[in-house]
C-alpha cells in the first residue's frame, strides 16, 4: 500500500509525514482492497468485521471502541418515508469513529506516539477517545467558537487543548506549523479516513439483504461520509454484488454552501465565499479539500447538491426528535434535504422520488437512507428546544 497524490500522481510511503503532497494536492491510497463477501468475519467487533477489505493492521494494533454495525430504523418527514442508520450510536458519538478506528490502529502499527489535530468538534472528540485508547498523546488546536460539550468531551479523554483566537482557519494553520514536528491525524486530509467511512455501504448492503438503496442523503461539509460511501458502492459494484451505486445527494446549510455552488454554476475552482454562519457546525466548511472526489460522485450516481436554511434545519431536527431520535443540527440537515428534491425528482426511474403511500401506478418505492451522523447531547443549541 502507497499513498498517491490526486493532482501529480506522485507516490509516497504510507509512512511519510506529509498530509498533503507538495504540489498541494491531496492524497488518496495508490491501491484500495477489493470487496470479497467470502471474507467478512461476522465474529469481529462491529466495523473490524471488514478487515480484509481495510489496510493491513496487525490484531494487536487494531484499537476498536465497538463502532459500526449501527441500527437502522424506519423515519418520515414531509410524507416521505426513509431508512434512518443511526451513526450517532457511535462509542463518541458520531460516524467520525468509523474513520478515527482505521486512521488510530494504522498509526498504533506505525508506531506513532503523538498526533495533532484542529477540528473543533466530533472529529476531534473521537480522535481524543482512540488516541486515549491507544495510549497516543492527543494535542487539539480548537478555535473559540468550538462547543462547550465537545471541548468538555476531548478534555475528559485527556486530549491536550490549544485555544486559537479568531476563525476556524488560524487553528488549521496552527497545526500545520505543529505538524512539523508531531503527526497530522487530519480527518480530512488522511486517506485512512474514507476507509473507515466506506464500511457505511458495506453494512447497509449487508443490512438490506444483499442490495443498495436507491438514494441516500449527507449533511456535507468536507464529504468523509459521501465520498467515503461512494468507494464502499463502486467496490460492492465491482464484485458484482448490486447494479448500481445510489444516488448520492450533498445537503449544506444555505449559509455555507461552496458545493452547491460549484454544482449550480459548474465551477472549475472554488469559490471565495464569506463566513457563514450555521448552526449546523459539523458542515461550516468554506473550502472542502477534497471537493472534486465529492462533485464527481454526486454527478456520476445521478445525485445532487441541494442547501437548506436555519429555520428548515431546526424543523428538521425537532420532526426527528418527534420520533424519538435527538440529534444535533448538522445531522438533521440531512434530513431537512429530503422536501428539496421531491417535486422535480425520479430518482431510479421506478417512482417518483419518495413518494408516500404504496405507490401504487408508480412500481416500487425508492428506497431512500440517511446516516443520522452526531448525536443531539452535545450540539450547542441546546435553548432551541425549551420551546416545546
Ligand atoms: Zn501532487
Not at 458542515?283 to 437548506?308: D, F, H, L, N
Amino acid at each position: 500500500m502507497d499513498f498517491r497524490c490526486t493532482d501529480c500522481d506522485q507516490v509516497f510511503s504510507v509512512t511519510t509525514r506529509l498530509w498533503r503532497c507538495e504540489c498541494g494536492g491531496v492524497l488518496e491510497l495508490s491501491q484500495r482492497p477489493r470487496f470479497d463477501k467470502d471474507k467478512i468475519d461476522p465474529k469481529a467487533s462491529a466495523l473490524w468485521r471488514y478487515r480484509a477489505m481495510l489496510p493491513a493492521i496487525r490484531p494487536e494494533n487494531i484499537i476498536s471502541l465497538g463502532e459500526g454495525w449501527t441500527p437502522i430504523v424506519s423515519a418520515h418527514a414531509y410524507g416521505i418515508s426513509f431508512l434512518a442508520k443511526l451513526e450517532f450510536l457511535a462509542p463518541t458519538g458520531s460516524f467520525k469513529d468509523r474513520g478515527t478506528t482505521v486512521l488510530v490502529s494504522f498509526l498504533k502499527e506505525l508506531g506513532v506516539q503523538a498526533v495533532v489535530e484542529d477540528s473543533s468538534g466530533n472529529a476531534a472528540a473521537s480522535l481524543a477517545a482512540y488516541c486515549a485508547r491507544a495510549g497516543i498523546h492527543c494535542k487539539i488546536f480548537v478555535p473559540a467558537s468550538a462547543s462547550p460539550a465537545k471541548l468538555a468531551q476531548m478534555r475528559a479523554y485527556g486530549a491536550e487543548l490549544i485555544p486559537v483566537e479568531g476563525p476556524r482557519e488560524n487553528a488549521s494553520l496552527a497545526v500545520q506549523q505543529a505538524a512539523q514536528g508531531s503527526y497530522y491525524a487530519s480527518h480530512v486530509y488522511s486517506p485512512l479516513i474514507l476507509e473507515g467511512t466506506k464500511t457505511l455501504a458495506y453494512e447497509l448492503w449487508e443490512q438490506l439483504g444483499g442490495r443498495a438503496p436507491d438514494a441516500m442523503l449527507f449533511p456535507t461539509g468536507h464529504g468523509t461520509l459521501l465520498v467515503g460511501a461512494y468507494y464502499g458502492f463502486r467496490d460492492l459494484l465491482e464484485a458484482g454484488l448490486i447494479e448500481k451505486i445510489p444516488a448520492l445527494h450533498a445537503v449544506q446549510a444555505e449559509a455555507c454552501a461552496p458545493l452547491y455552488r460549484i454544482y449550480k454554476e459548474n465551477l472549475t475552482e472554488l469559490p471565495d465565499l464569506p463566513h457563514g454562519e450555521t448552526m449546523a457546525e459539523g458542515i461550516r466548511i468554506r473550502r472542502p479539500v477534497r471537493w472534486r472526489a465529492i462533485i464527481r460522485a454526486i454527478r456520476e450516481t445521478g445525485g445532487s447538491v441541494v442547501t437548506v436554511s436555519e429555520s428548515e434545519i431546526l424543523a428538521a431536527q425537532r420532526e426527528l426528535a418527534h420520533q424519538g431520535l435527538y440529534v444535533e443540527p448538522t445531522a438533521a440537515v440531512a434530513v431537512a434535504g429530503l422536501q428539496k428534491m421531491r417535486p422535480h425528482h425520479t430518482l431510479t426511474g421506478r417512482g417518483e422520488w419518495g413518494e408516500g403511500g404504496t405507490g401504487e401506478g408508480s412500481g416500487e418505492r425508492s428506497l431512500i437512507a440517511v446516516p443520522l451522523t452526531g448525536i443531539g447531547l452535545k450540539a450547542p443549541s441546546q435553548s432551541d428546544f425549551s420551546d416545546f
